[in-house]
């Protein structure tokens, strides 16, 4: 049986965001993965705090809390990627086990820095978002994940085969069809 993930790429305007853009010149620069069409829940690396840039890792986003609310201005594309029952759940298991063990992950601070030089760097359970949701997808095979660059902008997920845009706009006008 068919399944749906969805990807949202997103410019929430922080100063973070806006250097980000300027360095990549791509229109978003969040990347975060939803379980559920209506967007409720997405999962990323990102601000702990919305108001603290500097205190990140593993975070459960949505517009009615957290950065996306204080920023509600945020503009997203959605990506609706179909999977397999096996590979949905797999990947609902590997978030479920992350949130459990949610302290022992952290953001790759270094890692996008890097990046903007055209560096990479990894390290055991540091991610940025854009490292978070490809690796969730490249581990379960989703079609050209493993193709995407080692160094990934949320802007390249445009690129998988199975990837179909389904809504732009801001996140606070965003209905589920």
Request: hydrophobic letters at 40%.
């Amino acid at each position: 049986m068919e399944k749906h993930v969805y990807i949202v790429i997103s410019q929430t305007g922080t100063l973070l965001s806006r250097l980000l853009k300027l360095v990549t010149k791509a229109e978003y620069n969040h990347a975060s993965i939803s379980l559920v069409p209506d967007l409720n829940t997405m999962y990323s690396f990102g601000r702990k705090n919305p108001y603290n840039p500097f205190w990140a890792g593993f975070v459960t986003e949505s517009a009615a809390f957290g950065t996306f609310k204080r920023f509600s201005k945020t503009r997203i594309m959605v990506l609706d990627i179909a999977v397999s029952e096996e590979q949905y759940q797999a990947i609902e298991r590997r978030i479920q086990t992350m949130l459990a063990l949610k302290k022992h992950y952290h953001y790759n601070y270094l890692g996008l820095w890097l990046a903007g030089l055209r560096i990479c760097y990894r390290k055991k359970r540091c991610f940025y978002c854009s490292e978070f949701v490809k690796d969730l997808l490249e581990k379960q095979n989703i079609k050209g994940a493993g193709q995407l660059s080692s160094i990934v902008q949320p802007i390249h997920f445009l690129k998988l085969p199975t990837a179909r845009k389904v809504y732009t706009g801001r996140l606070a006008d965003f209905r589920c069809a």
